[in-house]
């Protein structure tokens, strides 16, 4: 076999392979002996059909699966004598594949890049810190009580924060949108079920009032025909209830796992769980740091073929979502605004697995256990879900890439120049909340 490469670019190269048609003719006849065996012909008993007529019926078959089999098998040989790491599939260009004349094809694909990883000493990271006030107890308390309030019907004009029962038909140049009347919707004002201008049409109203009013939608709404344009909307104002917080009382920590209803131990309980998130956040952070210093400092050649994947697997949640609403998905708009992200992951995949190596990290079983078993005690049967995981290498292997790359964060860590920055309780968990909507 004879191999030559090309570099067709920074990491695209292009192997031209030849092989012999006499190694070809004895793979095939290798493989119509094995079919001889078991071919059954007319007129012929299993086994027994001469040569000539099984390569008569069998032979141009079975060359062409002899020739697919030498394109892989000969690729693979030829990368490892060049010593290539290929990054996604080739492009096979066919040469010669007639009876006679041998195999010859090209292979383009793009190569692994070089990583020249900075040293993990010179990097700059910030290690967030912070501590659970007093304020910050009786706010999550205060978030509780919300969580368990309750309504009571009420004569006074309605306001931000209560909730309405309505109903409402709107209609935009003669034509109804709203499927006739539409009865009985609740909504609580302020929490932005409804437009902006149509919860102030219900401000000051009371159950009872019946309403009339035009409202223009805005420009960039949602439902692409009612966008910009005013509709005219007849509103009957049928209930207005106002919340009652619960109180902190025994019964209201029974609520919450405390037994004994003890005020004081549902306070402790209420302080730990916020230590364990703040604990989980601030981790996530630490995560996001060294992720940016490691991206910043180490620019990378990127293959396109990788970059393409990424942006596949990026994007195949939100196919299957439009596929649930039965609404058409623009891939080729979705493209572009993944293109970034998809850029990043694609480096900081490559920068990290160059950080383990070098480092020769192995993953901690010990780690991918409690991982494993911190998973499963989210599910209703915490010992099933565990075994699931085990009981596959494949669905471990998820969890064991996730160990690994905490470890290595927390190798960089130790060697990093790490900065504490002290942040409010109330601030970290603000910035986390919108960093997850964003998402």
């Known amino acids: 076999m004879q191999v030559s490469v090309q570099t067709t670019s920074e990491l695209g190269r292009k192997l031209t392979v030849e092989v012999p048609e ?40 079975v ?41 010859a094809y090209d292979a383009e694909f793009e190569v692994y890049p070089e990583v020249n990883l900075a040293p993990l ?18 706010a999550m308390v205060q978030r509780l009580r919300e969580q368990r309030k309750t309504w009571q019907v009420t004569d006074r004009a309605a306001q931000q924060g209560d909730r309405v029962t309505l109903n409402f038909e709107g209609s935009e140049g003669g034509v109804n949108f709203t499927n006739g009347v539409t009865e009985n919707f609740v909504a609580v004002l302020g929490s932005k079920q409804l437009l902006g201008d149509f919860e102030k049409q219900l401000e000051g109203k009371s159950a009872g009032d019946h309403l009339e009013f035009d409202m223009t939608f805005p420009a960039d709404y949602g439902h692409a025909p009612l966008a910009g344009k005013t509709a005219q909307f007849r509103v009957d104002l049928l209930k207005v209830e ?4 619960p109180e902190v009382d025994a019964e209201f920590a029974k609520a919450y796992g405390i037994e004994n209803g003890d005020i004081e131990a549902f306070r402790r309980d209420v302080r730990e769980n916020m230590e364990r998130e703040m604990e989980r956040v601030i981790q996530g952070r630490q995560r996001n ?18 970059v393409a994947d990424e942006i596949e697997q990026m994007m195949a949640p939100y196919r299957q979502s439009a596929q649930q609403r039965q609404q058409p998905f623009d891939e ?34 010990a780690r ?13 049967q915490p010992e099933a879900a565990i075994q699931w995981y085990y009981a596959k290498p494949e669905r471990l292997r998820e969890v064991e890439h996730r160990v690994l790359e905490d470890q290595a964060v927390e190798l960089v860590m130790s060697k990093a120049k790490v900065t504490p920055e002290n942040i409010p309780f109330d601030e970290l968990m603000k910035v986390n909340a919108s960093e997850h909507a964003a998402v």
Not at 80 to 102: N, V
Not at 242 to 245: A, I, N, P, Y
Not at 289 to 306: G, K
């Open 22 to 61: 006499e190694l070809i003719q004895e793979k095939v006849a290798a493989r119509l002996k094995s079919v001889a065996r078991d071919a059954r012909i007319d007129g012929f008993r299993p086994g027994k059909a001469p040569q000539a007529v099984v390569v008569k019926r069998f032979g141009a078959r």
């Open 63 to 103: 060359r062409e699966e002899v020739m697919s089999d030498m394109v892989y098998s000969s690729f693979q040989e030829a990368l490892k004598g060049q010593q290539l790491r290929p990054a996604g599939m080739p492009r096979i260009t066919p040469k010669s594949t007639a009876e006679g004349q041998g195999l």
């Open 121 to 138: 000493e010179n990097l700059a990271v910030k290690n967030p810190v912070s501590e659970i006030a007093d304020k910050d107890l009786d």
């Open 242 to 245: 106002e919340s009652r917080l």
């Open 289 to 306: 740091s060294v992720m940016d210093a490691l991206y910043n400092a180490n620019p990378i050649l990127l293959p396109e073929a990788l």
């Open 332 to 365: 080729e708009g979705m493209r572009p605004r993944l293109e970034q992200s998809a850029r990043r992951r694609v480096a900081l995949g490559l920068i990290l697995g160059e950080v383990i190596k070098r480092n020769e990290l192995r993953v901690d079983s």
């Open 368 to 380: 991918v256990r409690a991982l494993v078993e911190s998973i499963g005690h989210s599910y209703q």
